[in-house]
């Protein structure tokens, strides 16, 4: 799926730093289409013409301006992001949606006494204008800097715009406290929040749901290992920082060897934790911890590797107690809410973009990488059967989008170790495609033809790695311009995942290679390149990709390869594969100038029927070839193993090597099984 | 020659942000060559061993830290740049140089009461370990936090860090802040330089030379025209700025049309200017206006285009007198000293990385164009011509490193309208060429052989543009690494020269073209990529650029093109070209979405004798073969109508099109001339 960082990013301020090409920000490409659409609903009619998907929120922003008349507020401003910057969030958490009607994953929205609006990129204009009623204004920039100036344009001076600090991150704090910097508006916190005010009984509850232990089998290394790693961090630290505070729901998952089901898609719970140099303290529902999860936490009790549990909503009241005494504590500014740094004396905070949880899981251990990679070989399987199928059933006229992503998911959930799916399957016909993020429901769903083009972006939480996974395919007769542009698509995926570069290369500072093949003919793309991904955690996971707030690019990280194209009202193609950050073998570069390149570890070979060979160079079809003989190798028996036999001639039929011009020799027609059975082992062993 | 920011760029803090590669922090690339030299000096022996071009430092330091007592302060802090954060500086702002031996262009000392360190980048390592005696040690890192965190260690908590605060810009000072926050150590701005006061009457004075009006045929526009547009700049703002405060030397140069000649290489005079909506403010010494300039400021007065002159360090009482008013003030934060930002009070201030005449003058107009292009046909004379004497002269073993570059000077300074070079003419034979910005000297020189690489690297001044171009060349025979190393950096020139890419499009997003073709063998560069150049202003002019701080690329603008590859102790090589960014014909990109594309306006050919074809692609050769044509086409006129007939032969034999494994039949034999007036025509109107 398209990268998207935390919610709070999308709308990081900043004139050259384009952070979130993902979020319609755009690499060069600031006014893809803000004029390209025009808005399907039609308010100055009376009664309004709307789309039957609006929902009418009459009630709930009268009840909401009742509150900030209350309170004094004149705007209040309302994110989409949860306590822990989460990006996908919990039913709980949705404010955003209750208040507004729009459901997608980015936006913020700003209640005035007399207006509404919403901000959100490129991805989600059309589904906001299809959700929202006429109380709500669509505004397509994603600037900080255009929310403040739109309030600065809405509020009378001395007056005040009011925010939950616990749902903004320390540097979006910073930011619209910049813009409105000397205006004489004051930001003000409200520590109450007024939508769960007004929300009510409405709201839903807590999760209750067990919170229980990884088996070791699954994870890199056990918590105390893990513990042990970020103190002698600290330790090395110039500040010698004395604690860790953790807000993040991936961090306190992946530190302990926890997880749970508090948000859907991703494995997490809500919680907090405080790692200091001699305690351990976990903020979380106590009674939703497995007999067996306690267990780990306590086993070496007490001493500096027990953890002690507090209640979740302590978290506050504790650190600021810790923080009384003679202490540093490190935190990570881009998770790290507005609310919890208040409490922190501002000479008692180490301040990192990143906590060091955050970066040392997002370098794998070679148990991890295994682990990553074996599952991987499961969800080709998967897509594999999905591809075969569709391709059967599609010329029947017997599958739709909904029924597609259904099938999808359910081959998934059939194979070892899935606990479901990575995100909502976006499975988008034809010109549903071009809207980056579709995804298809029961009431509306576009069969799929022979005569159009198909994109399945899908993804599976196994227990031993999270995948996502995106291929575009047409089983008729695709125009000319399909298959320039999807073999463009194609050579952009190939030329990023086939680069040499420098470890410790900004991601950022290659990722238009993936979009140079489009941008040669005028084309490209409005969403970013790629994002990190986890071992049964997020299947965005933070800080690995190709954005300029992402870390730069060290051995044993994964990140996505996504380019796409869209074609508004037409087609939309993306080719995402997930890839392995390893050492290059070069002419000259070796010892500490070693380069680093990518290895995909995503199987599934793409759609022959898409692809203009003439476009590629001779380098792209060697790359080409050498992908599909490893898919043919690792993916191959797996498929025997299963008798999938259906499914492996497939594979050796769209696993032929390419050759310009010429008919292939079937060389390659017998797959090497038996020297290959190394590759399973750790799916044998899991 | 390699891209340089303004002096306080090079220590710009950030983990992510490795801003600025040609000041050895390099993209991917961070610890290149940290280990790899080893200091020449031997502080260890008694007396220690130091080369004779080092300077004694001893009764400086000694002098400075007695008023660093006085002041109270443990540390002072010494930036090599001036006060109006100028890249090249007067002799009499070489504070840096002075207290430390140390001439090069980047870097940043600090003396405390037992020590001295200097921090620069890998470009000027060996220089410094040259040039310092035992007193001072080297720091190869160029950070901030680098400088921050060594300071934390050698000054112990409660004690004083003094700076000057108008040799620190905003950006600078405040990073400096952030890393010693709740350290208990404060940075105390003293406003007398601590250095100018035990350097005394020995600082060189003030200039007097005349300042002159720069002659209407060599502007783009009349700077009445200028004024107004950044007033409509001002009105348009969401902020309504009522007046902009200029601090850089080229923002007074190119709004006003006015020359000096205050720094060497730099048509710059000591100035700053506020600009209002209703006045116009000029600081500097009305006495050396020329008559003319005078009468052009004044034509108009009084009213809003009348210029009126203050005193040049009046600027401070005018500000802060200004600033008591109703009024917002528009500074550029890049450009405007902690000294000045001070006076201005928060609430008055609208605050953007570079004032508008920044952004503006980035943007060349039609004319400005044609004035660089005309010049840049008279620089590709001067080399052509250098490069035919160098075939010449070199085999009979009579130039070296001096003599050449002292030529190659004469030859510019012969063309019509020439003012003289735009940087000290780099000119490095054999390992000398691997430090990237070594110059020559009469005492120490190397000779020119047929048997080393020779690395070329200048540019001149006229009064219709500014130049800059760097070639590299073997007369005899170049061993295959040394032609596989050459022919990867032409790819590499080749390739982001004939990138296409989305208008707006980040530089930073863009350079590993330049990168790519010796990435792929393990190979880099540890400067960055390029750099903006004015007309007959500065030869690297912000904020155009590959670097992460410069500004989206757009029409007009011109950038250097310059990747190079250094192999220690042995040769060196840059190709360095200037080019305009120009629209781009695409296939599928027009209108709204039309792409960028460079036009290279330098016009030089490349070492055969260095080029192994066999590494080009198809599109690489002719991209090339198109380029020489031209050359041919605008070059070869100028040199028939300058009757220089030996030179349009080399030039006819070095543009001869390349063809992979074939001898090329000559169909281009004869040039086109008759039909090729029009591209004299800008240097005949001049």
Known sequence: MTGSGPQFMSVLSGSDSCVNASHGCAIGWPKQSSSATSDIRNCTTSPPFLPPTVTDTSAQLNALRQRMQFYNISAYIVPATDAHMSEYIAERDARLAWISGFTGSAGTGVVTTKK????????????????????????????TDSIGEWLLQEIPAGENIGLDPFLFSIDLWNSYARVLQGSSRTLVPIEDNLVDLVWGSQRPPLPTSEIYLLPETFTGSTWQEKVSGIRSQMEQHSRSPTAVLLSALEETAWLFNLRGDDISYNPVFYSYALLTTSDISLFVDRNRLSAEALQSLSAQCPGPL????????QVRASVQAYAQGDVQVWIGTEYTTYGLYGVIPQDKLVESSYSPVMTTKAVKNAKEQALLKAAHVRDAVAMIQYLLWLEKNV???????????????????????????????????????ALAHYSPSNVS??????????LSDSGGQYLDGTTDITRTVHWGEPSPFQKEAYTRVLMGNIDLARLVFPSETSGRVVEAFARRALWEVGLNYGH????????????????????????????????????????????????????????????????????????????????????DISFLSEDQIQYLNTYYETIRQRVGPELQRRQLEEEYEWLRRNTQPFSRGTLVATSLGTLAITSLVSTLLPDRQA
């Open 116 to 143: 509404a609006a919403l901000w959100t990129d490129s991805r989600y204009w059309t589904q906001a204008e299809r959700q929202m009623d006429c109380n709500w204004e669509l505004q397509k920039i994603v600037w």
């Open 306 to 313: 027990c953890v002690q549990v507090e209640e979740y909503d």
């Open 395 to 433: 010329p029947k006229g017997s599958v739709d989008e909904f029924s597609g992503a259904r099938y999808v998911d359910k081959l998934r959930r059939e194979k070892e170790h899935c606990r479901g799916a990575s995100f909502e399957t976006i499975s988008a016909s034809g010109l549903n495609a």
């Open 445 to 454: 769903s576009r069969k799929l033809s022979v005569d159009e083009m198909y």
């Open 528 to 611: 970013g390149t790629g994002h990190g991904i986890g071992n049964f955690l997020s299947v965005h996971e933070w800080p690995v990709g190709f954005q300029s707030n992402n870390v730069p690019l060290v051995k044993g990280m994964f990140t996505s390869i996504e380019p796409g194209y869209y074609q508004e009202g037409e087609f939309g193609i993306r080719i995402e594969d997930v890839a392995l950050v390893v050492e290059a073998q070069t002419k000259h570069g070796a010892g500490e100038k070693a380069h680093l390149t990518f290895e995909v570890v995503s199987l599934v070979p793409y759609d022959r029927n898409l692809i």
